[in-house]
């Protein structure tokens, strides 16, 4: 009786540093290859990597700014796990003995500068991106040459799933920017705006609307410095503008168009918008401000040429403003949007700001600021 | 005098040994990441990868079924070359220390069952598939779910550059498969059937088609084997096909539909068309025939229950029926396919037949096959 007991102690005390170090219901992520059982996640955003690697002396997995050791077994097999991640999309990768490479178990995405692995962590509102029974939109890969930048650059065209039953229906049109680091496959690949369009459609809280995204890295002819000769607001209005107007069923006027972006792309939208009230009445900017990464107060009679100089004519140029963050953004985004609020407010200027619960500087709080954005548009 | 002789001798020796090893003239590859050095190409068709691994024992480029040893400087960074390669697209990995994984500086294409790094070879004829100065179609996504697989799936549909500023033209279609353990991504991605068209189109040299590209991997729910559950003639007919005539505008008839495919994708659509006459009139077989792996002789009688049996009858059926091989493929396919045109000539049928020089079982093969049949397609 004795001995029963003290073995059901220990048995009790061994499952639960078992369950202190992680809980064992880990899947495969939905961001795998076909038919690959690894990377998984569990049910306290661990997620646990495994590769094959028979002759490597040291193995981790680099996720979130950490890199978690992995140990080999008696094949050569290395697994290991990483602390609970955020819900969302994250990138992370490998590291072999020094190299830092894909996992060959995950799809791969473009962020960070390159094509690397992403990890998907279940969020409580995942459904607002889940690929339900609803009628689909297309998402067109369309080709031009630019004569600005004298190269061959792409973008995205989403069309509403009804576009081509409705032969004779003109669209708005949102154009919406990546981050930096990031490119025109952003969007659709990691942030799902397709799918979130389709739902909202599907359930009548976003009208139907055709979605631009391009490239915001354009370059003058010969110049490649991070933010030299950047040409993308030529890009936008004298190129791509003009063809999707051309090409699909716009409605081309400026209460029918709607910029916005992330990050990099939240600031680069913001000065588009200002600069172009006859092309866009609608701007969204998502984790980002022109202002970055300024904290200091924003002079208005200065900021931007002072288009924000007179609070009351911004109110009649603009339908929409809005403006959102992730609570668990870090330095300098809550300072330099905060920065930019206070202006806004001493100027009297209306607009909409949404925070991402529980989220970082990355693709949920983006996604969920599309899905915010996207039903305040083009509704008047 | 007689020093000078010597050293003289000495160099012209040194330098033949180096040209035998491999010409200074390398450069990126087309298919590498935005802004990676690595890997690169010279005019042999030898690839040179890079990687960074300062801890790791052993490095290997793996391409063509070789692995080549790299060798690390004082910096860890290891570097290793190929024997010349075959022009056109070639799937490839590292290992590092054991582990096969993708290289970092390539783009990752998905063949071999797996998301991974591709290089390109300059081909002599390139041009049929360069991104030239004309008109660009659209290539699109459609998600759609099969009832038949129980399954989200998804298929690409090219629409040619005059399709949007034509809103009440008609155009035929062709459906074009991938190869075994390749996807619905292979034909724009590594086979660039998109831009082979649109260079087509722009010479005159095809008519103005659309092309859809689904996965030719569709089970029936429940069942996963290799061949076994397969219902992708189901999906294609029942579903795809409506699916594609209610959303784009097709000439809706047999006559303006072709069906064609690589290796598998050869077998497969293959007994389609024999299958569905009704359907497809124009068949391609691109590095494969339904006979495959056989190199019997076929018995018109039983093969595809008797659908060869009356060669007059086919020859009415089909407006074209073509076939195709590299030069250089291997067995089974020069047999296989050798079997199966005797089969067609002793049945008087007539059919087109391309050898693509110089090429093995890859994807220039098939780029070329494509642009060959493109052009014979629609034009009665």
Redesign the interface.
């Known amino acids: 009786m004795k001995k029963h007991l003290v073995l059901a102690g220990l048995s009790i005390l061994s499952m639960t540093t078992l369950v202190a170090q992680s809980k064992e219901d880990f899947s495969p992520s939905s961001l795998n290859?076909?038919?690959k059982a690894f990377p998984q996640v569990n049910s306290e955003g661990r997620v646990r990597a495994q590769?094959?690697?028979?002759?490597?002396?040291?193995?981790q997995l680099d996720i979130g700014g950490v890199k978690y050791d992995m140990t080999k077994d008696d094949k050569?097999i290395w697994t290991g796990e990483s602390d609970p991640q955020d819900p969302g999309f994250h990138y992370y990768q490998?590291c072999?003995?020094?190299?830092?490479?894909?996992d060959?178990g995950s799809?791969?995405f473009y962020g960070a500068?390159?094509?690397?692995s992403g990890i998907e962590i279940p969020a409580p509102d995942e459904e607002i991106y889940a690929?339900r029974?609803v009628p689909?939109g297309?998402?067109?890969?369309?080709?031009?040459?630019s004569n600005i930048t004298k190269s061959?650059r792409r973008c995205f065209?989403y069309t509403p799933a009804e576009y081509?039953?409705n032969?004779y229906k003109h669209y708005p049109v949102l154009y919406l920017q990546h981050g930096s680091f990031e490119?025109e496959t952003g969007w659709a690949n990691q942030g799902h705006a397709d799918i979130i369009l389709d739902n909202l459609i599907a359930d009548c809280k976003a009208v139907p609307m055709i979605i631009v995204i391009d490239n915001g890295y354009a370059f003058a002819p010969d110049t490649k410095g991070p933010f030299q000769g950047m040409v993308f607001e030529d890009v936008l209005i004298q190129e791509v503008i003009p063809m999707i107007d051309?090409?699909?069923r716009t409605i081309a006027d400026n209460k029918h168009r709607a910029i916005a972006g992330l990050s990099m792309g939240a600031n680069q939208t913001m000065r588009i918008a200002m600069n172009r009230p006859d092309i866009f009445r609608n701007y969204g900017g998502f984790s980002g401000t022109a202002n970055y990464p300024s904290s200091d107060v924003i002079d208005p009679a200065t900021f931007l040429n002072g288009a924000f100089s007179n609070g009351q004519k911004v109110n009649e140029l603009y339908d929409v403003y809005f403006l959102s963050i992730g609570t668990k953004e870090g330095k300098p985004f809550p300072e330099s949007i905060g920065a930019f609020r206070n202006m806004l407010d001493k100027q009297g200027i209306k607009y909409s700001f949404y925070q991402s619960p529980g989220t970082q500087h990355e693709w949920l709080t983006w996604r969920r600021s599309l899905y915010q954005y996207a039903q305040l548009i083009f509704k008047n």
Chains 1, 2 share one sequence.
């Open positions: 290859q076909q038919g590769l094959s690697a028979p002759e490597a002396n040291r193995v050569g490998l072999v003995d020094g190299a830092s490479v894909p060959p799809l791969y500068g390159r094509w690397g690929l029974d689909h297309i998402l067109s890969q369309q080709r031009y040459f061959w065209v081509n039953s032969p490119d051309a090409n699909f």
